[in-house]
């Protein structure tokens, strides 16, 4: 009964949230389901996340490509470590985003400059990945190899890569984490299209379940980005952790 004596045929709400600050968990599917087929901003869901998919393989690639035979030269070469160390040292701790100014700056807000503030991003870890790969293959292999009249090519081949490519890809893991998250703040700043540029409109016209949308999303992909690296690290150094 209300409180004039009538029938009430529906219970009291309750407390509840405002959809502006927490919008219901069917909400935020019927949006997702919304922009995956209509679009928000003139693309789909699936050009927004393919824009920045692209954008974090290029850099993670460029910094692999890059940054891989840097630690190799570092890890191998004296000459090499004296020259890069410190410089590679001195960019590790400095985040990515504390770039952004600088990189739009040089490069401007289109792709090449997101781009190689993923390679940044990904440079140092990989070069550091690699050093410290090398750095830790048991010397005892290598006078093995020697004595059985293995040249240096075949040391490298068959001693060096092998045993430094689980800590390469430990930092590949931790480098494409990076660089995902790099992507999303640098399309917060400047970008047409993206997953960060899709949170960051929405969030001013306080579209709270496109947001969470997003960030759900981030999410998901990333954590499906490091279970794919997970598998690659299985079937590709299955020796790691029996030597």
Known sequence: LTDKGAISFSPPGGLQMDPVYLPPPEGVVSRMVEIGTEGYRGSTLAVHLGYSLFRVIAGFLAGAIVGIPLGYAMGLNGWFRGWFDPIVE???PVPPLALIPLIIIWFGIGETGKIILLFLAALWIMAIAAR???SGVNI???HAAYSLGASKWQIMRYVIVPNSLPEIFTGARVAMGVCWGTVVAAELVAASEGAGMMIMVASKFTLTDIVLMGIILIGVIGF????LMRWA???????KGKS
């Open 90 to 92: 001195f960019m590790r």
């Open 132 to 134: 410290s790969g090398v």
């Open 140 to 142: 005892t292999k290598v």
């Open 224 to 227: 499906g980005i490091d279970m």
């Open 233 to 239: 690290e299985r079937i590709l150094v299955p020796w």
